[in-house]
T-cell receptor
């Protein structure tokens, strides 16, 4: 079945630094990738949608200059949290959508970001 | 806008059946999904149902869909301690074709 690899699984960084999270589709091509954020005991909220070769579409309230998304190929999307602050600490999960079929909504294992 | 609602907690005894309920708002959703999330982990697709189906069974899992009432349920037969997790109901409804999730139901299975 479709597999999405996301790493790192955990990262601790100092306030003010940047962190890059990678999301790869391993056995299928992902035309669209979604980045979600999950606050403790809450559901997943869509942050942005990235399409290969074009600019990401950000949801209202998500700072595009803070959460940089790059979708350079059909198998890789990256989310960079720039100038991280403690309030950016959260669980980030990517989801990749395949060209066809219900495998579109395959999720990575998530990244726990802690900013100290 | 689209909204997905589900109860937050469910506690059952090992061996019993668990039923997790969900209501959604977007009647045009083609697929509805159930995901499982274990602590600190990503989401695992458990099952999905196409909107023209009323029921889908997959081993211990049974999904029931009532399109008229926009109600979806997940039944887990013979619930085991390993089934303890948070279960998310989701529909395809976002402006970007993304999933809209409920807040998740935390299933606790007691021995």
């Amino acid at each position: 079945g479709a597999v999405v690899s996301q790493h790192p699984s955990r990262v601790i960084c100092k306030s003010g630094t940047s962190v890059k999270i990678e999301c790869r589709s391993l056995d299928f091509q992902a035309t669209t990738m979604f980045w979600y954020r999950q606050f403790p005991k809450q559901s997943l909220m869509l942050m942005a949608t990235s399409n290969e070769g074009s600019k990401a579409t950000y949801e209202q309230g998500v700072e595009k200059d803070k959460f940089l998304i790059n979708h350079a190929s059909l198998t890789l999307s990256t989310l960079t949290v720039t100038s991280a602050h403690p309030e950016d600490s959260s669980f980030y999960i990517c989801s990749a959508e395949a060209l066809q079929g219900v495998y579109g909504y395959t999720f990575g294992s998530g990244t726990r970001l802690t900013v100290v | 806008g689209e909204d997905v609602e589900q109860s937050l907690f469910l506690s059952v005894r090992e061996g019993d059946s668990s039923v997790i309920n969900c209501t959604y708002t977007d009647s045009s959703s083609t697929y509805l999904y159930w995901y499982k999330q274990e602590p600190g982990a990503g989401l695992q697709l458990l099952t999905y149902i196409f909107s023209n189906m009323d029921m889908k069974q997959d081993q211990r899992l049974t999904v029931l869909l009532n399109k008229k009432d926009k109600h979806l349920s997940l039944r887990i037969a013979d619930t085991q301690t390993g089934d303890s997790a948070i279960y998310f109901c989701a529909e395809v409804g976002g402006s970007q074709g993304n999933l809209i999730f409920g807040k998740g139901t935390k299933l606790s299975v007691k021995p």
